[in-house]
């Protein structure tokens, strides 16, 4: 709606102690959207214009749905959501977040009371700031949510508990949007009863207890880039945890887990660390990678693996924990059951107990754990040698009379013979574990066709 900024201005409220607005919808700050109210807070008190919003000293009570903007700081009070009849009024309420900052000192900064579907936008471009104070009597965390709530939008949302969780929702909570971060002294961080549906946007989240949190249901990660550092879980399905997308660093004491099922794996790129132990059980349609390290490893160190068969500049994964560990589940799109894999850790190449050869990291199904992980001695330069074509004896990317040459006098002893590191793998061409004339002749024939 069009309407002129003289009107808008205009339109100033009273403060009173109670005041009850019912108007016509208001003047948009965000573009395209009418909104039904614009909820200003001034430090100490609250001003709204426009239908649906009662105010009471700090406390705002939306009681039907719309699309209402909030912006301002509000030092000791409430945004409340409180539809009389859901059943009657079944549409969502949404609610614009337009750089607010609100402390909820007694109770919940945003308390949906009881509403169909709530939806929190972040407005792009603008950085929104929600606060706990020391003693809650009605609600347990800074946002709070008795029934379905969604986050999205463009832009960013802190939130600061250092008494309560971060995000409650009794029902089923979606983060579909937004730059979240997420800090609690001593709860959970993010928490949706019946299910935690995470589709996009950013999630970075530093918890005492457990990250991401299903207390009830399940808990589906299809998208977005999250960073997650827990005290206990870092992400934590009752009856299920599927991974299908996205990009996710999870830390904690334990990592990824599940109460009554599988944690399931079936897409996106996860580095999953943990003090305590490996999953319980896990089911993987995208190959997983276990790491079992000899000893606890610090933390902020960069764990990369490196593709050791297709392309040696190739990254499969590279993250860096932030809490120290001594398991780590790694999976990727580019990670296969069959595959061979040099990692490192702080620049170091790692081994493991059974190596064929020191770096060496042979994915042997689609879940494959490598025990007695430990850091060698050799450095990462730039990449992993990479593997060239057998008989390609110089490493110049083809097989030709040169090859033989070399290799002849490789077989012959002759101490002047160099052959590159790249090019070793490359020698026993017959694939019988020993290099002799037979592999001279095995190249003689590639060359000529015969092979």
Do not use: W
């Not at 276990?290 to 499969?316: G, P």
């Not at 799109?333 to 020191?358: C, F, I, K, R």
């Amino acid at each position: 709606m069009n309407i002129n900024k003289k009107v808008c201005a205009a339109a100033v409220s009273a403060a009173m102690l109670v005041t009850v607005f019912s108007a016509m919808p208001v003047c948009a700050a965000v573009d395209g959207v009418e909104m039904t109210a614009v909820i200003t807070l001034n430090g100490d008190s609250i001003t709204a214009e426009g239908s649906n919003v009662t105010v009471e000293g700090t406390v705002a009570t939306i009681t039907a749905s719309g699309s209402y903007e909030i912006s301002g700081t509000l030092n000791a009070g409430q945004i409340r959501v409180a539809v009389p009849d859901e059943t009657v009024d079944a549409e969502t309420v949404k609610l614009y977040l337009n750089g607010a900052t609100i402390t909820g000192a007694t109770d919940a900064a945003i308390y949906v009371v009881n509403a169909e579907n709530t939806s929190l936008n972040l407005v792009a471009g603008t950085e929104n700031y929600l606060y706990d104070g020391t003693t809650y009597t009605e609600t347990t965390a800074v946002i709070y949510a008795k029934d379905d709530m969604t986050v999205k939008g463009e832009g960013s949302l802190t939130v600061t508990a250092l008494t309560q969780q971060g995000i409650h929702c009794n029902n089923d909570l979606k983060i579909n949007g937004g730059d979240i971060r997420i800090d609690t002294e001593l709860e959970d961080a993010l928490r949706g009863k019946t299910s935690v549906e995470i589709n996009g946007g950013s999630l970075n989240i530093n918890a005492e207890g457990d990250g991401i949190k299903s207390t009830q249901g399940d808990v589906f990660i299809t998208g977005g880039v999250h960073e997650v550092k827990a005290g206990n879980d870092a992400v934590q399905g009752e009856t299920s945890l599927t991974i299908s997308g996205g990009e996710l660093l999870a830390n904690g004491d334990r990592s990824l887990t599940c109460a009554t099922a599988a944690v399931t794996i079936t897409g996106g790129t996860v580095l999953a660390t943990a003090t305590d132990n490996q999953p319980a059980a896990v089911t993987a349609a995208q190959p997983v990678m276990l790491l079992n390290f000899a000893a606890e490893q610090v933390k902020d160190q960069e764990l990369t693996v490196y593709s050791a068969v297709v392309d040696a500049e190739e990254i499969v994964l590279s993250m860096k924990p932030d809490k120290k560990f001594s398991y780590a589940l790694i999976s990727a799109p580019l990670l296969t059951g069959d595959g061979s894999y040099n990692v490192a850790l702080a620049g170091m190449y790692l081994t493991h107990a059974a190596a064929v050869s020191e770096i060496d990291f042979a994915m042997t199904n689609a879940m494959t754990a490598f025990d007695a992980v430990t850091p060698t001695d050799l450095a990462v330069s730039v990449s992993p040698v990479p593997e060239v074509q057998l008989g390609d004896v110089n490493a110049d990317g083809l097989v030709k009379i040169d090859d033989a040459i070399l290799l002849s006098r490789v077989v012959a002893e002759d101490t002047a013979a160099v052959v590159p590191e790249a090019g070793q793998a490359a020698m026993n061409v017959n694939q019988d574990d020993f290099v002799d004339a037979e592999d001279v002749t095995a190249i003689l024939r590639m060359i000529a066709g015969l092979a």
